[in-house]
């Protein structure tokens, strides 16, 4: 099934100390260029001192470095995680380091996988740079992160190289900044071993950057022709810099004061951030007391956050405290006040509104008291507002490429809102981090997004991932602008992530099939599990019959 690996020249593989300190040195790299530091150029490099480290080596050295490089990155860029957990779980700090570690130690373990599938492929004879993308795609693509979040978002104020991902999302950014990291590891490799650098890897190494450049302001000329023909809205946001854990008096009374003083101003739809309203409303109730208790005198179309719930089918038969079910809820009303539509939100967030098994071992909200119990919701149905349709997103469910790309299958909107609520994360630079993120959206569909969060980054991102206006962090503010109703289908928007399915696939059978030898034919290595024809033994002299006569 595998071929022994080949011992490179000494002069190309480095040694152990050398080599898992540039690993950590790439960390480092990444960290500084990422949204919250911002040294953006940094990106072009980051890659290349773990590239230069993993040339050459044995898989589980490859594996290992890719894996500290990994862990290193997100301990420096979720340093939040800590007082995050510290505040909210209820864990004394022995237990939140050790859970930030092993989190970390996870999350880490993406660019493990991309070291490890290209050295694998590499020991059987792939060609480096190419086997590198496409392993660093896969990894972006299928490896499952708590808080997800992609190399191409270092360049989020840099909207003339973002706007490739309205054709294959943030990946095709990614690759972008890959290629030339990949051309300048490949500069000093071919230094090392004092032989000449691969041309086609240094011609895609300028190429690529060059072409996002040049599609890049092709296509901010046109949308921006498009967000000038699209029908304008006013759009007032209400950030109430609520804290989560302490309950606050009159909040309702601050919220619908804000959004009269919008109105006033010319506010054609207001935004309320999610869990605004600190009161539950029932499933059986909610249309009838939200419009009574808070939107009935607002006299313009609101998007409310706050929290609806049911009780459970055998509610009778469990502890009260899991005898409901609580959803993250988003409504929207009418000029009068009454609710036209509802969305849940269906991606949780561990720890804060749920606890891994917590369902089957009760007992773990004992230890974790601050934790939520909030049910996922299931409907991907917009909000309607008038004869426009409003995709609604809660929380980080607007950093996920491929469930956005669902709500603009089912659901066909003309803008994009999100409630969110970051205050969980401290003032640091997560809420810029994921206002970074969700920037990609509004490129890949060619929408607005607006939105409203408790504590900041309330912003309104134009199609082109612009950014219209932002609020600052921890204050309590309004923000009045405009956005515009439109619709575009783009190739990201048609294909997805198929095309990187494909890659990914092609990452994986590097890794399995060798490269043929000159002279070899597909055949020879199509079905590396096919057991070898044993070799035929020498001639041997014909055993002598007792019988046969001397």
């Not at 891994?356 to 917009?382: K, Q, V």
């Amino acid at each position: 099934m595998s071929e022994p690996e080949p011992r490179p020249a000494p002069a190309e593989r480095l040694r152990t100390a050398p080599a898992y300190a540039l690993a950590a040195l790439s960390a480092a790299l990444y960290f500084l260029a990422f949204p919250g530091v911002g040294l953006w150029p940094l990106a072009l490099v980051a890659h290349v001192p773990l590239l230069v480290a993993v040339r050459d080596q044995p898989v589980r050295r490859a594996f290992a470095l890719g894996w500290v490089s990994g862990i290193v990155g997100t301990l420096a860029g979720f340093y939040w995680l800590y007082e995050m957990l510290r505040t909210y779980s209820g864990f004394g700090w022995p237990l939140c380091l050790l859970f930030m570690f092993l989190l970390s130690c996870y999350q880490g373990g993406r660019m493990g996988f991309a070291t490890w599938l290209y050295a694998r492929g590499a020991v059987r004879g792939w060609p480096h740079a190419p086997l590198f993308a496409a392993a660093f795609v896969a990894s972006e693509l299928v490896y499952p992160l708590l808080f997800p979040w992609y190399f191409g978002a270092t360049l989020h104020a840099v909207p003339l190289l973002i706007q490739l991902a309205e054709l294959g999302g943030p990946i095709a950014v990614s690759l972008a900044l890959v290629a030339p990291n990949l051309a300048l590891a490949e500069l000093v490799v071919a230094r090392r071993a004092r032989r000449r650098a691969g041309r086609a890897v240094l011609v895609a190494g300028v190429a690529a950057p060059l072409v996002a450049l040049g599609y890049g302001a092709l296509r901010l000329a046109a949308v921006e022709r498009a967000m000038e023909a699209a029908e304008k809205v006013r759009i007032g946001i209400v950030q109430p810099n609520l804290p989560l854990t302490r309950r606050v008096p009159r909040v309702a009374e601050r919220h619908i004061a804000h959004t009269l003083e919008l109105k006033a101003a010319g506010a054609e739809l207001v935004l309320w951030s999610e869990g605004a309203v600190q009161n539950h409303y029932g499933e059986g109730d909610y249309r009838e007391r939200v419009p009574r208790e808070l939107t009935a005198g607002l006299g313009v179309p609101t998007i409310v956050g706050t929290v609806v719930s049911r009780p459970r089918p055998d509610a009778e038969q469990l502890d009260p405290r899991r005898s409901m079910q609580a959803f993250n809820t988003a409504l929207a009303t009418d000029g009068t006040g009454a609710v036209l539509g509802r969305y849940d939100k269906q991606f949780l967030l561990m720890f804060g509104e749920y606890l891994p098994l917590g369902e089957t071992f009760p007992f773990l909200y004992d230890i974790s008291p601050n934790s939520g119990r909030f049910s996922p919701g299931t409907s991907l149905a917009p909000l309607p507002l008038g004869e426009h349709r409003l995709a609604a997103m809660i929380c980080y469910e607007d950093i996920l490429p491929s469930y956005v790309n669902e709500l603009v299958r089912v659901g066909d909107p003309d803008l994009f809102v999100n409630l969110t609520n970051d205050t969980w994360f401290g003032d640091t630079a997560e809420p810029w981090v994921h206002l970074a993120l969700a920037k990609f959206r509004s490129v890949e569909h060619r929408r607005y997004l607006v939105r409203a969060a408790n504590s900041g980054v309330s912003a309104i991102v134009e199609p082109t991932g612009r950014l219209a206006l932002a609020s600052g962090t921890y204050r309590e503010e309004t923000l009045l602008g405009t956005a515009g109703y439109m619709r575009a289908t783009t190739p990201f928007a048609v294909l997805g992530q198929a095309p990187w399915w494909l890659v990914t696939a092609a990452s994986v059978c590097c890794a399995v099939w060798r490269r043929p030898r000159r002279g070899e034919s597909w055949r020879d290595v199509a079905w590396p599990f096919r057991r070898k024809k044993p070799r035929s033994a020498a001639p041997t002299e014909p055993p002598v019959s007792p019988s046969a006569p001397s």
